[in-house]
């Protein structure tokens, strides 16, 4: 399987440490609010990734952290040791302790994350968990000679890690930051590129979060956890790391900064790969606009997570992919489709003895698959594969069993779909509903029409016009 290494900057064959076993680190949530379909974007490559590297017949030990502490609002204005931490800042805003917050947002995460059906890691790791293995990997790299002590806590020193030999921000072009572009300068620092291992509680103020620690009370800098803990499961060098496009410029160069400055190993990871961002009708998504979406906003709206799923299939994971509600709609009525004649499939045909050129047929088009997963995970080439074998002249049952075990890698959970809708029987009421607004459609009668519709969407169907037929359909 080849894959776009963000360190080397192309595409390249995935060759496992270990033979036959792949070792892969996300980063997940800051639980200070709920997840946006711009996070789960990244969560859902990270699935697919996982996917199909199982599908090739790999053995992935996989982690993914959930950050509860130390995460600063300046990452956002090109300083992430400045500014207020998420967790302890949504504390004030809902009155809550910073724990409630984090227990809070961590368990709505899970249960999207369980509803998108994606690949559930070996462990979900939280930075809160892991102190001790954060300090101790600090001390180990304050020893080595790359930390020293300010006013504000303990810091990186890149120039000393430099000065050792190693490279510093190969991932990202990190001259490209303007120092104090848009956040004061610490005149402390000995170089602007310096990052917080360990940040000591501000003065006369007692933290939700706080811990004992060689250097004094506070809290581990951001980047510091995902060194931890990705060593602690993972070893001090495994193959892949994931995470989305923005956390290029600082936060994955620091990981790797601080993770061989403290074990004297390179590479830290092999392969890094990085999702693009997700817009909005064109535009950037944020809080502050009002577009900020989230599983929730898409059940206001009578969309499920598996048609989000779906929808982030129409795009290549380097790519920006543009959101909107009509491209939505446009892919859960393609995924509706898909299930419906999955549907048919199991139904309406038995399993016969294969011709060799029917054999051949299936086989070829088991290979395109492969072809498109193993070519930098193009999903939009796979799902394209999935529509060629749905209009092609291969036996129904053949379809459906074909097409199903390429879910193992698309993750739409297809056949519990197709096991729903063959429960799903509308009951006689809303059927005689039905008969009676279509025979009003038909005398040109649509305000009446449309009034019986709202009669049976209040009673949890919709109707779905397909043509000249009409369906009834449970809403989700």
Known sequence: MKIYNSLSRQIEEIVPIKEGQVGMYTCGPTVYSTVTIGNWRTYVLADWLVRALQYLGLEVSYVMNITDVGHLTGDNLGDADTGEDRLEKAAKRERKTAWQVAQAYTDEFLEGFAELNLSKPMVFC????????????????????????????????????????????????????????????????????????????????????????????????????????????????????????????????????????????????????????LLVDGGRMGKSLGNAYGLNDLRGKDFGAMDLKYFYLSGHYRKQLNFTWEALKAASEARDRLVRMLSGYKKGSERTNLREDKLKKINDYREKFLHAIGDDLNMPEALAVVWEVVKSNVADYDKYDLILEFDEVLGLDLRKSVEGLSEEQAPEELTKMLEKRNRLREEKKWEEADAVREKIEKQGWKVEDDGEESRLVRRR
């Open 126 to 277: 939280k930075a809160t968990d892991h102190i001790r293995e954060q300090i101790e990997l600090i001390k180990r790299i304050e020893e080595k000679g790359f930390a020293y002590r300010i006013s504000d806590g303990v810091y990186f020193d890149v120039k000393a890690f430099e000065a050792a030999g190693s490279k510093y921000g190969e991932l990202s072009n990190l001259t490209e930051i303007k120092e104090g572009a848009r956040v004061e300068v610490n005149p402390e620092k000995r170089d602007k590129r310096d990052f917080a291992l360990w940040k000591f509680s501000p003065k006369n103020e007692k933290r939700d979060m706080e811990w004992e620690s060689p250097w004094g009370v506070g809290f581990p800098g951001w980047h510091i956890e995902c060194s931890a803990m990705g060593m602690k499961y993972l070893g001090e060098q495994f193959d892949i790391h994931v995470g989305g496009e923005d956390l290029r410029s600082t936060h994955h160069p620091n990981e790797i900064a601080q993770s061989e400055a403290s074990t004297g190993k390179g590479p830290f990871v092999k392969y890094w790969v990085h999702g693009a961002f």
